[in-house]
């Protein structure tokens, strides 16, 4: 591979300059990707047509000199996959049209086959492999069992989490049932999408630090742990990286890296130095530039990549990234600026 910074820092090896890439790198920040957006009529649509994938995981790349593509698809392919009636509103975000409540509509639930009930992932996974030519790894992803099931139970998004966790708390057994089903799903999907060709894959918990610390460990952890157990990261030679990312994760990070994931990714609220002294050379880091800095001055943008980079100091293991996805009405070029100042440090 031309560039493999990322999985040489993700493997916590010498690099000769800190890999960068941004969550939500493919998204509506940029014209571009809204121009394909609008051909493609919907999101789904534009999700599960392979070559308009291809085309926005490939449209960062053209722009910015980032370290690596993240394939474009969304953490609620599987439970779309389960003819749970998704659909996305505008303005509202992903809703379902049955959602899952109870011990009934559980039972009602398969592990859908990766390769058949979602070619459109592996589809665009292996063209876009083919464009990349080696120029950079692709990353893949899923979602985490907690975070699927927080939006398969309540229907969507949510403030409170109310149903997920009086679901929880009221009937443990039921959530357990339902996790697992969730990560036996994951952890197929993801084996899928290494054996498609990724280099890299990632698990997104966007809702794990909406959960008490017990719950957080009994329910969310537990759950990434049995998918890391059963990801085929060894390919011969090749080691595939996992990293973790559980926003508001900060106060778990010693647990979350006892998991046997090689990275941990880190939202803004937690000082990397910091979280480097915690987990010592167990894991790489991933991140963990606040977002909203990318809507201040030039100057203040280098300032504050600066200060990230110097937090970890001269280590191996860091790969540098936004604490979360970059926002819709984000200027391009201080992305631009951001990428560069990571590279000329």
């Known amino acids: 591979m031309k560039n ?34 609008a051909q493609a009529g919907d999101f789904l649509s534009l999700m ?19 370290d690596a593509a993240i ?3 969304d953490i609620l392919t599987i439970p779309h996959a389960m003819n749970l009636g998704l659909r996305f509103e505008a303005g509202e975000g992903p809703v379902f049209d049955r959602p899952v409540r109870d011990a009934a509509a559980v039972r009602k639930l398969g592990i859908p086959d990766p390769e058949q009930d979602m070619p459109y992932v592996y589809d665009a996974i292996r063209l ?23 939006y398969m139970v309540e229907g969507g998004s949510s403030k409170t989490f109310s149903r997920i966790k009086g679901m929880l708390y009221e009937d443990p057994k039921l959530m357990q049932q339902l996790l697992k089903i969730l990560s036996d799903s994951v952890a197929e999907y993801l084996n899928a999408q290494i054996a498609a060709g ?46 973790i990312f559980t926003k508001g994760g900060g106060l778990w990070l010693e ?6 994931c ?34 201040s001055d030039p100057d ?32 391009p070029e201080h992305v631009k600026v951001l990428v560069d100042a990571v590279h000329d440090a």
């Not at 647990?255 to 046997?260: F, H, N, Q």
């Not at 880190?266 to 979280?275: F, M, P, R, S, Y």
Request: glycine letters at 8%; hydrophobic letters at 40%; one cysteine or more.
């Open 128 to 150: 876009i492999k083919k464009e990349l030519d080696d120029k950079v790894p692709l990353i893949g992803f899923a979602g985490s069992p907690w975070t699927i099931a927080c």
């Open 300 to 331: 203040t943008i280098r300032k504050e990549v600066k200060k990230v980079l110097s937090d970890f100091g001269d280590h191996p293991g860091h790969v540098f990234n936004l604490g979360h996805g970059i926002h819709p009405d984000i200027n």
């Open 71 to 73: 394939l474009f698809s």
């Open 198 to 243: 990724v280099d890299a894959v990632m698990i997104f918990d966007t809702w794990g630090g909406a959960l008490s610390e017990q719950a957080y460990k009994d329910f969310s952890l537990a759950s990434m742990r049995a998918i890391v157990e059963k990801l085929n990261l060894q390919q011969g030679e090749k080691t595939i990286p996992c990293t």
């Open 255 to 260: 647990a979350m890296a006892d998991i046997g």
């Open 48 to 66: 599960q047509t392979p070559d308009l994938a291809c085309e926005v995981t490939l449209q960062p790349l053209r722009r910015f000199d980032l």
């Open 262 to 295: 090689h990275a941990l990714g880190l939202d803004w609220t937690t000082n990397i130095g910091d979280a480097r002294k915690r987990v010592g050379d167990k894991v790489a880091l991933q991140g963990n530039l606040d977002t909203a800095v990318l809507y």
């Open 4 to 37: 493999d910074r990322l999985i040489k820092a993700l493997l916590r090896q010498p690099v000769d300059k800190t890999p960068v890439w941004i969550m939500r790198q493919a998204g509506r920040y940029l014209p571009e990707y809204r121009e394909v957006r």
